[in-house]
Antibody
Framework: EVQLLESGGGLVQSGGSLRLSCVASGFIFDSYAINWVRQAPGRGLEWASSISYSGSNTFYSDSVKGRFTISRDNSKNTVYLQMNSLRAEDTAIYYC????????????WGQGTLVTVSS | EIVLTQSPVTLSLSPGERATLSCRASQSVTSYLAWYQQKPGQAPRLLIHDASNRATGIPGRFSGSGSGTDFTLTISSLEPEDSAVYYCQQRGDWPLTFGGGTKVEIK
């Protein structure tokens, strides 16, 4: 059974930092890209970042580029999202999601971790 | 950035009725479009990928169609458990983008 478990969310002041983790199981981790998708309270879905299966390619939305860094440790089946210079508009549930096959769709999702940035 | 516009914003229908949801892209995404279902308090679930392919375990009443800039998700006969918000998502170009969602309410 595929499982994705996020952690690391919490309350942080504007300008602060957090590191989210996503531990995966139930599939061949180093064969799939992993993504972070966020959802502000009461709002829609927003893609934030993706990392290729090997970690050699990373992608970011304009809203997080330069502030967030995605990385992965395939020996630990874990993806990280380092979030710096946090802003109130980064407040959201952050979901870790596995890419479907080789395509950038999201076929399995974690339960999400809430990040709240106070201004 | 490719903007996805979903309509209607809300759809209120009775069980057994047919639901038709639209997603329009600001430029062609060929067939690189997916649909997701999200229920309150839950993570989204992949329903359709590449415009018309049902994901594993998705009931046959869900179907997708379209290409280029115009796409449709059809629920042929609504069940009470289909009450949710539905999102489209494109992978035709970076950044990946989602539509704003359509809320389906069951009367």
């Amino acid at each position: 059974e595929v499982q994705l478990l996020e952690s690391g969310g919490g309350l942080v002041q504007s300008g602060g930092s957090l590191r989210l983790s996503c531990v995966a199981s139930g599939f061949i981790f180093d064969s799939y890209a992993i993504n972070w998708v966020r959802q502000a309270p009461g709002r829609g879905l927003e893609w934030a970042s993706s990392i290729s299966y090997s970690g050699s390619n990373t992608f970011y939305s304009d809203s997080v580029k330069g502030r967030f860094t995605i990385s992965r440790d395939n020996s630990k089946n874990t993806v990280y999202l380092q979030m710096n210079s946090l802003r109130a508009e980064d407040t959201a549930i952050y979901y870790c999601a596995k890419s479907f096959s080789w395509a950038n769709y999201f076929d399995y999702w974690g339960q999400g971790t809430l990040v709240t940035v106070s201004s | 950035e490719i903007v996805l516009t979903q309509s209607p914003v809300t759809l209120s229908l009775s069980p057994g009725e047919r639901a038709t949801l639209s997603c329009r892209a600001s430029q062609s995404v060929t067939s690189y479009l997916a649909w997701y279902q999200q229920k309150p308090g839950q993570a989204p679930r992949l329903l359709i990928h590449d415009a018309s392919n049902r994901a594993t375990g998705i009931p046959g009443r869900f179907s997708g169609s379209g290409s280029g800039t115009d796409f449709t998700l059809t629920i042929s006969s609504l069940e009470p458990e289909d009450s949710a918000v539905y999102y489209c998502q494109q992978r035709g170009d970076w950044p990946l983008t989602f539509g704003g969602g359509t809320k389906v309410e069951i009367k």
